[in-house]
């Protein structure tokens, strides 16, 4: 019995140990989330967590593009969440995003507002190791 | 407005010629003294100048005056013809067509209510030859669209 005991407190101590090494260091989940309301619209989740989610709908994505027939440049962010919401924005020759999305990486958290004509207002990218990595 | 212009000019540069020619010729005759102003002046009513009359080298100079002026006038005609292009963004037939295609691919998405890969490829495709005013419609058309949840997203790539 005493050797149950034993053998029971040294697995557990084994697996404390084994946890503090494989979980060492901040990890954020950050799933799409849409908020809506009266006073604002924004959309965020880091690209690692929308693409690890379990289920197979959520996104995260900023896009920029040119033509040389249109604007110098357009852009968009678009999010969808866990239940297929989706959310979007748009913008036109703004240098200001265009170097903000320049800085976006495979493990990046997305946040982005935009008003009522769905242009986009604002845009941050947030690069953290924290972050959940893309599998 | 270009024609009368043309023939002004040469009137112009043919008159200036014979202009300077003819004072030119009377003030050589006073300079060298060769004649009396009076004698001179008969002399030019006696001979008026004409291409039969004039040396070689003054038809010469008269057709350089000519193709000078002819040159100024074509650029005349040129500037007038480039403020005559539309700039680059105005609706050509081709831009025409393209924009009519992009309003026809969203209303289309819209009417069966998804946005998919090949949405996304032809807008992309057409937006190179559309307006700019058209593509930024089409862009924040397909926006509103999406935030209002009357479009499905189903790309897998690119939004536009």
Request: charged letters at 20%.
């Amino acid at each position: 019995m005493k050797i149950h005991y034993i053998v029971a407190a040294a697995a557990v101590t084994c697996g404390l140990a084994h946890s503090s090494l494989v979980e060492a260091g901040q990890k954020m989940t950050r799933e799409v989330v849409i908020v809506v309301t009266s006073t604002g619209r924004h959309a965020s989740g880091s690209m690692g967590s929308a693409r690890n989610s379990r289920d197979s709908v959520q996104l995260i994505s900023c896009q920029l593009g040119a033509h040389t027939s249109g604007p110098a440049t357009q852009g968009a962010c678009v999010a969808k969440d866990a239940t297929g919401r989706t959310a979007s924005c748009a913008f036109f020759n703004k240098p200001q995003f265009e170097s903000v999305l320049a800085t976006i990486s495979d493990d990046s958290f997305i946040h982005f507002y935009w008003d009522t004509s769905n242009q986009c207002t604002a845009i941050s990218v947030y690069n953290s190791s924290a972050y959940e990595v893309r599998k | 407005v270009i024609r009368p212009a043309l023939s002004a000019a040469i009137a112009l540069a043919v008159g200036t010629y014979l202009g300077h020619h003819l004072s030119g010729g009377a003030e050589e005759s006073r300079a060298i003294g060769s004649a009396p102003p009076v004698a001179a002046a008969r002399a030019e009513r006696a001979e008026p100048a004409s291409c039969a009359t004039l040396p070689r080298s003054d038809i010469e100079l008269l057709k350089r005056t000519l193709v000078a002026a002819i040159r100024e006038q074509a650029d005349v005609v040129s500037s007038y013809e480039a403020r005559l292009e539309p700039p680059a963004d105005e609706t050509t037939a081709q831009s025409l067509y393209a924009d009519e295609s992009i309003r026809a691919r969203l209303d289309y998405a819209l009417a069966v209510g998804r946005w998919t890969d090949e949405d996304s490829a032809a807008m992309q495709e057409l937006s190179s030859r559309a307006s700019v005013h058209a593509q930024r419609q089409a862009l924040l058309d397909l926006v509103s669209a999406l935030n209002e949840q009357r479009l499905e997203l189903e790309t897998t790539g690119p939004l536009f």
